[in-house]
């Protein structure tokens, strides 16, 4: 446009991209392609003589002045986009940083999705552990904060491993002194009933006859209790079959009543069970004989034991109350483990630290609840089943 010197002003077209402005002798404006703020920033470059690499000035032979102003920016070549959109750096500006954020979104799910998938491990190792599967070896995560939570979980699992191994060897063990100590004591059992038998035989007394009569009974007790405990040795298990509540309550009064005649107690029973139920009657007779028998050595001579069996809210239970010294704190605790025998409040001779325990065991093949706990007269056990 001037690189000719032209003599006159030849107005631009509208791709024209410069802001320019055409001032008369005397400074008034002829043409321009702005206005307002922008036509007064021209108007101050006409009055100025200083350089400034962005505008350009040209008088003409008629006094007229023209001013452009250069912007080194690259724009839209059509003015039509020109107006719509803002100038291409900014929109270019603004392009890049929304790729830069979907990158950066991209980026954070794609991370989310890894990292998520190494947490599943730590959910993986602790549902393992949990349920005590300890015989696996933990995979590596890949990231080295992960892994070494992992080693810390993995030191865990060995030392749990070695801790329920042990138990479980000890519990062996355990199981196999109880088995031998009840095959031990069938041989002397047998040899005691059948000497009651050959004396039931003879002609005996009334007094002598029913003393007979009820070692009998307890040594039929006792083998029974033997084999129960044989079976529980050995995993073998009694199959569940409907049965009569109020029978079945019938003889456990019948089977405790000569070792509290014996014991000079009164067993006191109120039989309120009704309709059957899927019970493993006879460990159910032996886990119930076990608790009357534990009240009964624990009531002084001349005491009640109360027996009864009752209906409640969703199912039934049987209560054994005693008139003994009660349990301790320490009893209501560990009175049903096996082989305990810490609580000098209810140690008796005999005692040998199976009778409840086989009762708890009983109570939760049945799903029952043992419940161990003291009364005005002294100690009660609560077996509810639902």
């Known amino acids: 446009m001037l690189a000719r010197e032209p003599k006159t002003f030849v107005s631009p077209g509208d791709d024209f991209l410069s802001e320019y402005a055409l001032f008369g002798r005397n400074g008034e404006v002829l043409e321009s392609n702005v206005e307002g703020k922008k036509l007064e920033v021209l108007a101050g470059f006409l009055h100025e003589n200083s350089y400034n690499i962005h505008v350009s000035r040209y008088t003409y032979t008629d006094g007229s002045t023209i001013i452009f102003h250069w912007y080194f920016r690259a724009e839209f070549v059509s003015p039509v986009i020109r107006d719509m959109l803002p100038p291409f750096e900014y929109l270019w500006l603004a392009t890049l940083g929304v790729a830069l954020v979907l990158c950066l979104l991209f980026n954070t799910l794609w991370l989310r999705r890894r990292l998520a998938a190494k947490l599943k491990l730590f959910s993986e190792v602790s549902e393992k552990v949990g349920a005590q599967e300890l015989d696996f070896a933990i995979p590596h995560a890949g990231i080295r904060e992960y892994d070494?939570?992992?080693?810390?979980?993995?030191?865990?699992?060995?030392?749990?491993?070695?801790?329920l191994s042990s138990q479980w060897a000890a519990q062996q063990e355990r199981e196999a002194e109880i088995a031998a100590l009840a095959h031990d004591l069938k041989t002397p059992l047998t040899l005691v009933g059948g000497?009651?038998?050959?004396?039931?035989?003879?002609?005996?007394?009334?007094?002598?006859?029913k003393m007979v009569e009820t070692i009998a009974a307890s040594n039929d007790r006792a083998k029974q209790y033997v084999a129960s405990l044989l079976e529980t040795s050995v995993g073998a298990d009694e199959a569940f079959e409907n049965t009569s509540l109020p029978v079945m309550f019938d003889e456990l009064c019948q089977s405790t009543m000569a070792i509290s005649e014996a014991k000079r107690v009164y067993l006191q029973t109120q039989n309120g069970l009704e309709g059957t139920a899927r019970i493993q009657k006879d460990h159910l007779l032996r886990a119930l004989g076990n608790v009357v028998q534990n009240a009964i050595e624990h009531t002084p001579a001349g005491g009640n034991i109360y027996l009864e069996g009752n209906m409640v809210d969703g199912g039934w239970q049987v209560t054994v109350c005693d008139e003994g010294t009660g349990f301790s704190k320490t009893a209501l605790h560990h009175a049903t483990e096996r082989l305990w025998r810490g609580d000098a409040a209810r140690t008796a001779d005999g005692h040998n630290g199976l009778g409840l325990w086989f009762a708890a065991q009983v109570a939760k093949t049945h799903a029952a609840q043992l419940e161990l706990r003291n009364c005005d007269s002294g100690g009660m056990v609560t077996i509810k089943f639902c």
């Not at 000497?195 to 006859?209: C, F, H, I, K, Y």
């Open 148 to 163: 070494q939570a992992l080693g810390a979980m993995d030191h865990m699992r060995e030392a749990l491993y070695s801790s």
């Open 195 to 209: 000497n009651a038998e050959l004396l039931l035989d003879e002609e005996l007394p009334e007094s002598s006859r």
